[in-house]
Structures are given as structure tokens and as C-alpha cells.
């Protein structure tokens, strides 16, 4: 299959490959290319949206894909960010990205693409200082901040109780140390499944009493599965 974009309908097994992302600046190519998939509920429809992260300008040109136009559409405007993550994180209506602010003082922040507004927001980051990267997920339909960094490791990562609002960034508490967490997608009402270290192992962390309480110190099952061998 050749490189590009694909909708899938995994329901009724259709396949539908994008058209190729046109380059905004063709003398300049971008250096890296941002995309995300999400459902616009003001419209009815689903969108891609791809960013092209220009590093000699330090600006990301986003565009618009949708079904019923079967094109691309450039967003006129230039949002000052560089961008070092690939894939974006639909929620809540938008689509997310790490990134960081451009200028003498630049500051590690959330770039939000809002689907209905087509329009670019920042959402700050909890205090986690500048020694380690922040990668960013979802923890039960919230916004959520694991760390790492090089040969280091943590007990923590952060939730974002009320979307959109810094304040509500709240400190969540795991007593397995790791160099790399993310949150698997799934979860039921005591439990979380989440993949823990470069070696893809796989844990439940159960919540204590409610979820944005911190987690106890003993209440955690770790799960020796390799995901390539069931089904991921």
C-alpha cells in the first residue's frame, strides 16, 4: 500500500485514500508533517486536518480535509509553534499536539485545533519543569500528561479535570516507577489498562475511590503480555 492518508470504515469495510496534502510552501518544504482525525458535531462530518511544521519560519500551516468536498483547504493563518509529534489527540472537539512556543523564551505547551472553529488554541501544561518531554494522552475522556526523559524515571503523571481550564491540572500518583506510560484505552469503572516502559508491558492500575484521587501505593497488577500477540 503506498504511503498517504486512508478512512477506513472498519463497519462495512470500505477504504478511501486521501488526497495527497499539497505543499503551502513549495520552495521551503516543511519539515515535519502533523496530522489528526475528528468528528465536527457542528457540521455533521468527520475532518482531517495535517499541519506542515516549517522550521526555518517556526510556523505550522494547518488544512482541512472533508468527505464532501474530497479536497484540502488552507487555513489562513500562521500559528507560531514547532510541533515534534506526529499523530494528534482528538478530544473534546479538538485536536491536540505538543509543541512548543517560538521566540527568546520558548515554553513547552498544548496546541489545540478546533474542529467547528477551524481556529488555534494553546492550552498550558502542568508544572513539570524542563528536564523531561511530555506526552500527551487521554485518561478517561480528560487531557493527560505522562513524562519522559533519558535515564530517568516517575511516579507521576497529570490530568486535566476540566478541559481547556490549566488550574484543573491534578497530580496523579502510580508507585511502579516508569520511563514511558500511556493510558491503553481501555478502562471500567476500578480500573485503568495502561502500557508501562519500552517493553510494552501491560498493567491495571486500580483507582482508589474516585479516579482523580491519587492512586494507592499497593494497587496495582503488572501483565507480562506482548501486545503485538493480542490483536494491537
Same mark, same amino acid.
Given at each position: 500500500?503506498?504511503? #498517504?492518508?486512508?478512512?477506513? +470504515?472498519?463497519? @462495512?469495510?470500505?477504504?478511501?485514500?486521501? *488526497?495527497?496534502? *499539497? &505543499?503551502?510552501?513549495?520552495?521551503? *518544504?516543511?519539515?515535519?508533517?502533523?496530522?489528526?482525525?475528528?468528528?465536527?458535531? &457542528?457540521?455533521?462530518?468527520? /475532518?482531517?486536518?495535517?499541519?506542515?511544521?516549517? =522550521?526555518?519560519? +517556526?510556523?505550522?500551516?494547518?488544512?482541512?480535509? @472533508?468527505? /464532501?468536498?474530497?479536497?484540502?483547504?488552507?487555513?489562513?493563518?500562521? &500559528?507560531?509553534?514547532?510541533?515534534?509529534?506526529?499523530?494528534?489527540?482528538?478530544?473534546?472537539?479538538?485536536?491536540?499536539?505538543?509543541?512548543?512556543?517560538? #521566540?527568546?523564551?520558548?515554553?513547552?505547551? %498544548?496546541?489545540?485545533?478546533?474542529?467547528?472553529?477551524?481556529?488555534?488554541?494553546?492550552?498550558?501544561?502542568? *508544572?513539570?519543569?524542563? $528536564?523531561?518531554? !511530555?506526552?500527551?494522552?487521554?485518561?478517561?475522556?480528560?487531557?493527560? %500528561? $505522562?513524562?519522559? #526523559?533519558?535515564?530517568? @524515571?516517575?511516579?507521576?503523571?497529570?490530568?486535566?479535570?476540566?478541559?481547556?481550564?490549566?488550574?484543573?491540572? $491534578?497530580?496523579?500518583?502510580?508507585?511502579?516507577?516508569?520511563?514511558?506510560?500511556?493510558?491503553?484505552?481501555?478502562?471500567?469503572? =476500578?480500573?485503568?489498562?495502561?502500557?508501562?516502559? =519500552? &517493553?510494552?508491558?501491560?498493567?491495571?492500575?486500580?483507582?482508589? !475511590?474516585?479516579?482523580?484521587?491519587?492512586?494507592?501505593?499497593?494497587?496495582?497488577?503488572?501483565?507480562?503480555?506482548? %501486545?503485538?500477540?493480542? #490483536?494491537?
Amino acid at each position: 500500500m503506498r504511503r #498517504g492518508f486512508y478512512l477506513v +470504515n472498519p463497519a @462495512t469495510r470500505e477504504m478511501k485514500k486521501v *488526497p495527497k496534502t *499539497p &505543499s503551502w510552501r513549495p520552495v521551503r *518544504p516543511f519539515c515535519l508533517s502533523l496530522c489528526g482525525f475528528g468528528f465536527d458535531s &457542528s457540521t455533521n462530518e468527520y /475532518k482531517v486536518v495535517n499541519g506542515q511544521v516549517y =522550521s526555518d519560519i +517556526n510556523v505550522i500551516v494547518f488544512s482541512v480535509y @472533508t468527505l /464532501k468536498t474530497d479536497s484540502w483547504r488552507k487555513i489562513e493563518c500562521f &500559528s507560531p509553534y514547532h510541533a515534534y509529534w506526529f499523530q494528534g489527540i482528538f478530544l473534546n472537539g479538538a485536536i491536540h499536539w505538543s509543541a512548543t512556543t517560538v #521566540g527568546d523564551r520558548s515554553s513547552s505547551v %498544548i496546541v489545540s485545533f478546533l474542529l467547528a472553529e477551524e481556529e488555534v488554541r494553546e492550552i498550558r501544561l502542568p *508544572p513539570i519543569g524542563d $528536564t523531561c518531554l !511530555a506526552n500527551l494522552g487521554v485518561f478517561r475522556d480528560c487531557l493527560c %500528561i $505522562t513524562l519522559a #526523559g533519558i535515564d530517568q @524515571t516517575f511516579n507521576e503523571f497529570w490530568v486535566m479535570k476540566e478541559y481547556g481550564v490549566s488550574e484543573s491540572w $491534578t497530580r496523579m500518583r502510580v508507585s511502579m516507577p516508569y520511563h514511558q506510560l500511556s493510558h491503553f484505552g481501555f478502562s471500567t469503572k =476500578s480500573h485503568d489498562l495502561m502500557v508501562c516502559g =519500552s &517493553s510494552l508491558r501491560l498493567q491495571f492500575v486500580l483507582r482508589v !475511590a474516585f479516579f482523580f484521587s491519587e492512586l494507592n501505593a499497593k494497587s496495582y497488577h503488572r501483565l507480562e503480555y506482548d %501486545i503485538s500477540k493480542i #490483536g494491537v
